[in-house]
């Protein structure tokens, strides 16, 4: 059974770090993309970052550019996700998700997000 | 940004009876290999999204064939031919041809 399970979620201060993890189980890690998605309360759903299955390739929101990271280590079967300069707009439930991902002139193409985990919550509050 | 509208916002079905839910895209989601990058999910309360229709309309793995997705170049459509209640929640489309990948408003379903 494919798991995926984040952890590292809480409570900061605008401007502050956390750094979010994304442990899989059940497939071959290494093969396939990776993403973030959040959805705030009783909002909906907001792509983050996405990260190709070799760690070569990154992609990312502009609401969240030049603020957070997006890694992998596929020696771990771990996902990350690093994120600096907090504001309160982050607020949100992250998810990761396993994903089909294959690059091209716009960016990428990014295809069937299954299965997502549970989320870990992130508050940004003074 | 490809902009995705969904409709209804809400929609209330009796159970047993057919419901639809339409996404329109800003621009085409016909990528030159001939797939179209738009997929469905489904958030029931209190879980994660789940995928149900993936490249416009191809089940995904242990979706009931309850489950239906219909395709132009702009235009898409998630058809349910028979609601149970377990079909209770939000669905979402979201398209995947270019970043930023960007997700419809959602529609509620809820049983009457």
């Known amino acids: 059974e494919i798991q995926l399970l984040e952890s590292g979620g809480g409570s900061v201060q605008p401007g502050g770090s956390l750094r979010l993890s994304c442990a899989a189980s059940?497939?071959?890690?290494?093969?396939?993309?990776m993403t973030w998605v959040r959805q705030s309360p009783g909002k909906g759903l907001e792509w983050v970052a996405a990260i190709a299955a070799a760690a070569g390739r990154t992609y990312y929101a502009d609401s969240v550019k030049g603020r957070f990271t997006i890694s992998r280590d596929n020696s771990h079967d771990t996902l990350y996700l690093e994120m600096s300069r907090l504001r309160p707009e982050d607020t949100a439930v992250y998810h990761c998700?396993?994903?089909?991902?294959?690059?091209?002139?716009?960016?990428?193409?990014?295809?069937?997000?299954?299965?997502w985990g549970r989320g870990t919550q992130v508050i940004v509050s003074s | 940004d490809i902009v995705l509208s969904q409709s209804p916002p809400i929609l209330p079905v009796t159970p047993g009876e057919p419901a639809s839910i339409s996404c329109r895209s800003s621009?085409?989601?016909?990528?030159?290999?001939?797939?179209?990058?738009l997929d469905w999910y489904q958030q029931k309360p209190g879980q994660s999204p789940q995928l149900l229709i993936y490249l416009g309309s191809n089940r995904a793995s242990g979706v009931p064939d309850r489950f239906s997705g219909s395709a132009s170049d702009t235009d898409y459509t998630l058809k349910i031919s028979s609601v149970e209640a377990d079909d209770v929640g939000l669905y979402y489309c979201m398209q995947g041809l270019q970043t930023p990948i960007t997700f419809g408003q959602g529609t509620r379903l809820e049983i009457k």
């Open positions: 059940g497939f071959p890690f290494h093969s396939f993309g």
């Open positions: 621009q085409s989601l016909l990528h030159s290999n001939g797939y179209k990058y």
């Open positions: 998700a396993k994903v089909f991902l294959r690059g091209s002139t716009t960016g990428a193409v990014i295809w069937r997000l299954d299965p």
